[in-house]
């Protein structure tokens, strides 16, 4: 008996820790009084990357793996595949971004595609041979000007359509695994094994790094409505810094204990209203701006791993999947 004892002191002492460690998360969340996202499933095998809407929000446009271009006329409910003829090369199209009829595609291997006619034409513009990194984030700004930045934090901005592109940065960041552009023109990246996060804003040389608060390696991170930060850490963990200042991030939460374990991107539908996606059909939902916490268990079956939020307006967002899978907003109000 006495040797049975210390193993389970030692299980006692971890469940201890365990609790203590989530003592602000619950085993389970309390369900959504109604389901907003409408399931949207299309013939492909692609993992979706990004969407993005003219300035007529019916008609938009989804990239991702293998080449896939897919355009919808009636706000996201249907997609139609568009064929680019780029050879025999397989691309990963990363970012797609419009301002007007005008828009930009990035991909990797180097790709940089641009249309002036609302995506009825793309031509193709050349990239430099000695771009540093692969195209990330593409960002269309005015008629002929937008802004590029590669998946090792060189920022580039055109303003003649693509022709030249000028270098807002002096150095790289190094590989990044996630990384996102606010309105003003501010970035925030996540290194690519999550040991640390970078910041930038315009003006500055240099990206400037920060360390994470604790040893929970990062997942991904972006900018709240009012101009402040979050993160996502391994584990679920979610961490909000109002100001957006290294010194000012708040305690670390943990919304969900028991399913909280692969949380991987989070948008704002509104400046209190908050979505989370994750794993296997994971998606979390506050509506106080990350004080509470709900579960839409309406879509958990959906055989999907939910990677990326983007909401065009309030009314039109879209949670990108794998296998052809897609969740498009169609809900109006908040979420009670």
Not at 158 to 186: E, F, H
Request: charged share 20%; net charge negative.
């Amino acid at each position: 008996m006495r040797g049975l004892m210390v193993p389970l002191r030692k299980l006692v002492a971890i469940a201890a820790i365990a609790l203590l460690s989530f003592g602000c998360a619950q085993a389970f969340l309390p369900e959504t009084a109604s389901n907003p996202w409408q399931v949207v499933s299309i013939d492909t095998e692609a993992t979706f990357s990004d969407v993005a809407f003219s300035d007529d929000l019916d008609h938009g446009w989804l990239v991702g793996s293998r080449n896939t271009l897919l355009e919808t006329t009636d706000g996201g409910q249907t997609w139609t595949p568009r064929e680019l003829n780029l050879g025999e090369q397989r691309y990963t199209f990363m970012s797609v971004s419009f301002k007007g009829k005008e828009g930009w595609i990035v991909g990797q291997p180097n790709l940089l595609l641009h249309t002036t006619d609302d995506g009825n034409t793309w031509e193709r513009l050349p990239l430099s041979e000695k771009l540093p990194g692969q195209p990330f984030l593409i960002t269309a700004l005015d008629s002929g000007e937008a802004e590029m930045a590669t998946d090792v934090g060189a920022i580039y901005r055109t303003k003649d359509a693509g022709k030249n592109w000028k270098a807002m940065v002096l150095g790289a960041v190094g590989v990044v695994r996630n990384m996102t552009r606010s309105a003003d023109g501010s970035y925030a990246a996540v290194s690519s094994r999550g040991n640390f996060y970078s910041t930038w804003t315009p003006g500055e040389l240099e990206w400037e790094p920060h360390n994470r608060q604790n040893s929970r390696r990062l997942q991904s991170i972006g900018f709240t409505p009012g101009g402040g930060l979050w993160l996502i850490a391994r584990g679920g963990q979610l961490q909000f810094s109002p100001t957006g200042t290294e010194e000012d991030w708040q305690d670390p939460i943990a919304p969900e204990f028991s399913t909280s374990w692969g949380l991987l991107d989070m948008a704002y539908r509104t400046p209190d209203e908050v979505w989370v996606s994750g794993g296997s059909g994971n998606l979390l939902v506050s509506t106080d701006g990350g004080t509470t916490w709900l579960k839409d268990k309406a879509v958990e079956d959906v055989p999907t791993n939910l990677y990326r939020i983007v909401f065009a307006s309030p009314e039109r967002g879209f949670v990108l999947g794998q296998r052809g899978y897609l969740l498009r907003y169609a809900g109006s109000g908040k979420v009670a």
